[in-house]
């Protein structure tokens, strides 16, 4: 297309397989398992599902169209392709602003997300000692943590918050691992790792969820996941959080899409893609809620316990589960891929832009983003021991209780990811060179004319209404 030059030294996927896979690896992860799960439990279960799928079909799928398209056409780090967009569109280049809020928000995000990977990586290293301990008793196939209670595999997350030298030694573990990764260039990296990992991580969630049918309360889960309560679906805080999770899931928000955008090659049909990443992400979202809830019903666990959750009910359906001690083992390690496969597309944003925009090499731009990352980890790190009575939103209306950990996730899921996916909106649907955007979407007639609708009015519509009512609660009396 005419003027679409590949800034210099640009790589590619190596085909659109990989770009759906590695697309998939950064949407698939920690969100899926654990947030999604905790998100659901906290919410009322069926009216948070409903909204969810909702808001993936009509905002976040169109959106994912949006962010992909303006990383392939402009080559380039996500901000300079936002800016590279709306000079070809003879707009102004203030408009990638949509790609700096998602900067922010995403590398603010990674500071948490590696303190959650951390505690994956603790339950690797559990199952490991369990798994040896069960091999030289000469019984490898028992169950996980053969030898302790439910209510004692349940305190394996306390004992970890009461140790904060080791939270933030797991931390830091997954800052290196990830830092690592992204300096080496992500594209062999990320692209081997997302051809193996993720086809088996899915089949032995699968197995998993299929155990979890046949053993747990699976009716009870189902009834909790899927019956629609519409009263509760209109309360605003679950429209902004089913929002904000759709937006997390797929990683939107000015950010991930952009940059691995940026990597496809001008065959790939981006419609397509994105409806493949889209269901393959919520696909596993739900069957991580069809694995996790009858656990959870079954062992009489709260649904609405928190950001533990994953981590009290898994463990637990391994201790029962024939063979439990090497599923769990394999099910952490997969997880751990996961988080991975996630992680590294948010740190590739910043360094995207940071060796870019300053001309610094790969390498130190990730180190020096990676320190950075851990030192702002620490406050989430710490929200669950030494900083637990910090409530740094005390006078923010709905942050009132937020712990240092709920008040990034929060702000960032619930306002910056939408704010920047509010920008995207506008900047394509009205903004952008139609002819150019229709060009680089793969999509024709009624297809096209549905998109345009969506991204145009829907999306804008939907996310500032749902911004609004989220941020101002009290509007809805
Ligand atoms: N989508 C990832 C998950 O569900 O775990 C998290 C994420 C990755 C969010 C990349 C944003 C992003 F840019």
């Not at 069957?287 to 637990?316: D, H, K, R, S, Y």
Request: glycine letters at 12%; charged letters at 10%.
């Amino acid at each position: 297309m005419a003027g679409n030059v590949s800034a210099p030294g640009q790589a590619h996927w190596s085909s659109k397989g990989a770009f759906v896979l590695a697309a998939t690896g950064s949407a698939v992860g920690l969100g899926n398992l654990w947030r999604f799960p905790t998100e659901a439990g906290s919410n009322g279960g069926g009216a948070f599902v409903l909204l969810y799928i909702l808001c993936v079909v009509l905002i976040a799928m169109p959106l994912l169209l949006a962010e992909s398209l303006i990383g392939r056409h402009g080559q380039r780090s996500t901000v300079a392709s936002a800016a590279y967009l709306a000079r070809q569109s003879k707009a102004s280049p203030m408009w990638s602003v949509l790609a700096v809020i998602g900067l922010i928000a995403n590398t603010a995000i990674l500071t948490f997300y590696c303190v959650v990977a951390g505690w994956v990586v603790y339950f690797i290293g559990t199952s490991a000692a369990d798994l040896v301990g069960a091999v030289s008793a000469g019984t490898p196939l028992a169950g996980a943590y053969a030898g302790d209670s439910v209510e004692q595999i349940q305190q394996l997350m306390p004992t970890l918050f009461a140790n904060p030298a080791l939270l933030v030694g797991l931390q830091l573990a997954f800052v290196v691992i990830t830092t690592w990764i992204v300096a080496r260039g992500v594209k062999g990296g990320i692209e081997v790792a997302a051809t193996w990992l993720m086809p088996a991580f899915f089949f032995l969630l699968i197995a998993i969820t299929v155990y979890a049918a046949i053993t747990g309360d699976f009716a009870a889960a189902v009834a909790f996941l899927f019956t629609p309560d519409f009263e509760r679906a209109l309360q605003p805080g679950v429209l902004s959080s089913a929002l904000g999770q759709a937006f997390f899931s797929l990683s939107l928000g000015g950010g991930a899409m952009i940059a691995y955008g940026a990597y496809a090659s001008r065959d790939t049909n981006l419609a397509q893609t994105s409806g493949m990443i889209a269901f393959a992400d919520t696909a596993v979202a739900i069957i991580a809620g069809l694995a996790i809830f009858p656990i959870v019903f079954m062992v009489g666990m709260e649904p609405n316990a928190g950001p533990t959750l994953m981590f009290q009910t898994l463990p637990a359906a391994f201790h029962a589960m024939p063979g439990g001690a090497i599923v769990g083992l394999l099910f952490f390690v997969l997880a751990l891929f996961a988080a991975l496969t996630s992680s590294v597309s948010l740190l590739e944003i910043s360094v995207g832009w940071v060796t870019e925009k300053f001309g610094v090499s790969r390498v130190k731009a990730a180190w020096s983003l990676g320190v950075l990352v851990f030192l702002i980890g620490l406050l989430s790190a710490l929200s669950f021991n030494v900083l637990a009575d910090q409530r740094p939103m005390a006078s923010v209306p709905g942050f009132e209780n937020a712990t240092w950990f709920d008040a990034i996730d929060g702000v960032t899921g619930k306002l910056l990811l939408p704010l920047s996916g509010l920008v995207t909106a506008i900047f394509i649907g009205w903004v952008a060179d139609r002819k150019l955007v229709n060009g680089e979407t793969g999509l024709k007639g009624g297809g096209l004319k549905a998109w345009r609708f969506l991204i145009a009015w829907l999306c804008p519509l939907a996310v500032a209404a749902i911004l609004v009512i989220g941020l101002f609660p009290q509007l809805l009396g």
